[in-house]
C-alpha cells in the first residue's frame, strides 16, 4: 500500500456559479481513489451550495465560517465543526452567513451493495 500526499493549498479552485469555488482534493486522478469523491469547497456571504440529489451518500462538514444549513425545510445555525449526512436521494441548502464566510469538505461515496 502506498501512501499519497496531496497539497490542497496547491490545488487550483474553480468558480461556481453562485455557489463559490470548489477544489478536488479526492479522486481517481489525484490518488487512485475509485470509490470516493472528496473536494473543498469555499462560499463567501450569502453564497449558498445545494448539493445534488445523487444515489449516494454524502458528508459536508464544515471547515470554517459561519452559516445556516436548510434541511427538510427547517434552518439551522451552524458553524466551525459542525456537519450533515445526507443519505442517498437527499439535498439541503448551505449559505454562508451574511459578513461571514464558510469553508466545506464535501465528501461523497457510493451505496455498497447487499
Not at 479522486?27 to 451550495?49: D, I, M, P, Y
Not at 471547515?63 to 439551522?76: A, C, E, S, T, V
Amino acid at each position: 500500500m502506498s501512501l499519497t500526499f496531496i497539497e490542497t493549498n496547491k490545488l487550483p479552485k474553480k468558480a461556481s456559479a453562485g455557489q463559490g469555488e470548489v477544489t478536488e482534493v479526492l479522486n481517481q486522478a489525484l490518488c487512485g481513489a475509485r470509490n470516493v469523491h472528496g473536494s473543498l469547497r469555499w462560499l463567501k456571504s450569502a453564497e449558498t451550495f445545494k448539493p445534488d440529489a445523487i444515489n449516494k451518500h454524502q458528508l459536508i462538514y464544515l471547515m470554517d465560517g459561519k452559516g445556516n444549513i436548510r434541511l427538510n425545510n427547517k434552518d439551522y445555525n451552524v458553524e466551525k465543526g459542525a456537519g450533515i449526512y445526507l443519505g442517498p436521494s437527499e439535498t439541503a441548502t448551505i449559505q454562508a452567513a451574511s459578513g461571514a464566510s464558510l469553508k466545506l469538505f464535501h465528501l461523497i461515496v457510493p451505496q455498497i451493495p447487499k
